[in-house]
């Protein structure tokens, strides 16, 4: 995975032994910092489980109830959301938006506050589900209000340090600075969440009790002993605190007290929850029946960590699983080469989008006859894959004109285009301001890839919007009539520096599809085709 663009640290635990403990990559790469196990970043979302257990500390404190409605710890609630309740606000039921406003935007509490309660709600509290992180700011003030302490005091005081946990905070660890890690968006220099437009106490209000802490993978390990309710909630109280009240997920899952609970047909019961801001990134996850535990975080939006939930479950517990290969990288590579190398290339009906990295380069796929070599497709399969990209091609173009049967071109005679339709009319109107749908191309699914078990074969495509996109996975059944539709990246390969102007290209995903590519004369050249960058 560092080879591949993964910087960051993992500690990995079975029956509270410590398997592996360690960091990847660079922590800071303008100074070559290493990342390590006690390097500090964000964990996001993962916040929302601090908060959740001070709540039920809280409560089993006789302070306050679960049960009880914001209007006893506010006033001036308005009419439709005087009785939403603490339990609905944990639990993303109380129909509060998502956000009211950026994360760096220093806003205090009664300015997010008064916000907060002339927006519009989703839906009626507890009819419904929805992500909410101002119904987690607002637990945040209920703790301050409730504890008569600022939010950071009291969890450090009350449930950090007696769990042992002296490096997660927000501020009051107090962290070397070079302890901390420097983020990267799309290979380029982003920076911290740590003091990004906070106020004179901590975190604004758009993060506060929602996202932003920041810890080690080290501190995170220690704190399972809580989640198993062997620490400093009481066992009944953990259960409460990791039991699932509210479907969501289309009803994979179950949202509880800042924890996602769900049962997996092969890893059986887990207790888990990411945290993202798109360039900091972390994962949670408890799998009670093996007891098996892993917390993994990175810095880097081009190698998202929370993504790797997957491939680290199947690592530990599927012998079939087929291993990332291990490249052996030029050690001599620079950033500033790669800095160089990055455009667009053009090749046969296609291109290749090479993005900096550090000294790697991330190529992002596009037209089938590029799809074809890089995956190596036989003559057979880019002759079915050409029929498929036409008629996905003809349904987009259905699509994008509004038809309420668009898809029919793409399912089986008995099967009904105005319902298979109807989601993706009602996904394209919820963005809204539809710019074209991009038929990129298609793969096969091999044995152990992302979709594999979904069906053979997978259409990417791009959906471009005014102010949003999405990468739709068009999945084929066997028989050439479309199944569904998976959310997923853009098919890319990372190509890796092992010479003087030599890469490996190797694919973001299982089966691992590798491709020589070299540079010559500032030009790439992937077998016999070449392409010089867009200037």
Not at 174 to 198: P, T
Request: aromatic share 12%; proline share 4%; glycine share 10%.
């Amino acid at each position: 995975m560092e080879t591949l663009g993964f910087s960051g640290s993992i500690i990995v635990s079975k029956n509270d032994k410590v398997l592996l403990n360690k960091g990847y990559g660079l922590a800071n790469r303008e100074k070559r910092r290493p990342y390590t196990s006690n390097t500090i970043q964000s964990c996001g979302s993962i916040t929302k489980q601090f908060t959740g257990a001070a709540i039920l500390l809280l409560e089993n404190q006789g302070k306050l109830s679960v049960n009880d409605t914001i209007s006893k710890y506010f006033s001036e609630v308005p009419e439709d959301k005087k009785n939403i309740t603490i339990h609905q606000l944990l639990t993303h039921s109380s129909g509060l938006p998502g956000g009211i406003g950026p994360d760096d935007e220093p806003i205090e509490a009664q300015e997010y506050f008064d916000r907060a309660m002339l927006s519009s709600l989703q839906f009626s509290p507890g009819s419904g589900y929805g992500y909410s992180n101002t119904g987690y700011s607002l637990l945040a003030m209920i703790i301050e209000e409730v504890s008569g302490q600022s939010y950071e005091t009291f969890l450090r005081k009350e449930l950090l340090l007696p769990a042992g946990l002296a490096q997660t905070g927000y501020f009051l660890p107090n962290w070397n600075r070079n302890q901390m890690a420097i983020g990267y968006r799309k290979g380029e220099l982003w920076g911290e969440v740590y003091n990004r437009g906070w106020i004179e106490d901590g975190p604004n209000w758009h993060l506060r009790g929602n996202g932003g802490m920041h810890t080690n993978v080290t501190d995170m390990h220690k704190w399972l002993a809580t989640v198993q309710g062997k620490g400093v909630l009481k066992k009944d109280v953990a259960k409460r605190w990791t039991t699932g009240y509210v479907p969501e997920n289309n009803g994979f899952s179950e949202y509880g007290y800042g924890w996602v609970v769900y049962e997996h047909d092969r890893w059986g019961k887990i207790i888990t929850h990411s945290g993202s801001n798109r360039i900091f990134e972390a994962d949670f996850s408890w799998l009670t029946e093996h007891d098996f535990f892993y917390y993994i975080q990175g810095n880097t939006s081009m190698f998202p960590a929370a993504n790797q939930g997957r491939n680290i479950l199947t690592a530990a517990f599927d012998t079939s699983f087929v291993m990332p290969p291990i490249v052996q990288k030029n050690d001599t590579a620079k950033p500033e080469t790669a800095r160089q190398r990055a455009g667009i290339y053009h090749l046969k009906e296609g291109s290749l989008e090479l993005t900096a990295d550090d000294t790697r380069l991330f190529a992002r796929l596009t037209g089938q006859s590029v799809f074809d070599l890089m995956f190596n497709h036989s003559e057979e399969q880019k002759s079915r894959f050409a029929k498929l990209n036409n008629r996905t091609r003809i349904a987009m173009d259905k699509l994008q004109k509004g038809q309420s049967d668009a898809l029919s071109v793409m399912i089986g005679n008995d099967d009904n285009p105005v319902e298979y339709t109807e989601p993706f009319l009602r996904r394209i109107n919820q963005i809204g301001n539809l710019i074209e749908l991009h038929v990129v191309g298609t793969f096969k699914n091999e044995p152990g890839s992302r979709f594999y078990e979904s069906g053979p074969w997978t259409t990417f495509v791009y959906a471009e919007f005014e102010n949003w996109n999405q990468y739709w996975n068009l999945i084929w059944n066997s028989d050439e009539t479309f199944k569904e539709n998976r959310s997923g990246p853009w098919p890319t390969f990372v190509l890796i520096p092992t010479g003087t102007g030599q890469y490996l290209g190797v694919s973001q995903g299982h089966p691992w599809n590798m491709k020589e590519i070299k540079f010559e004369d500032n030009c790439l050249v992937i077998e016999k085709q070449q392409a010089c960058p867009v200037k």
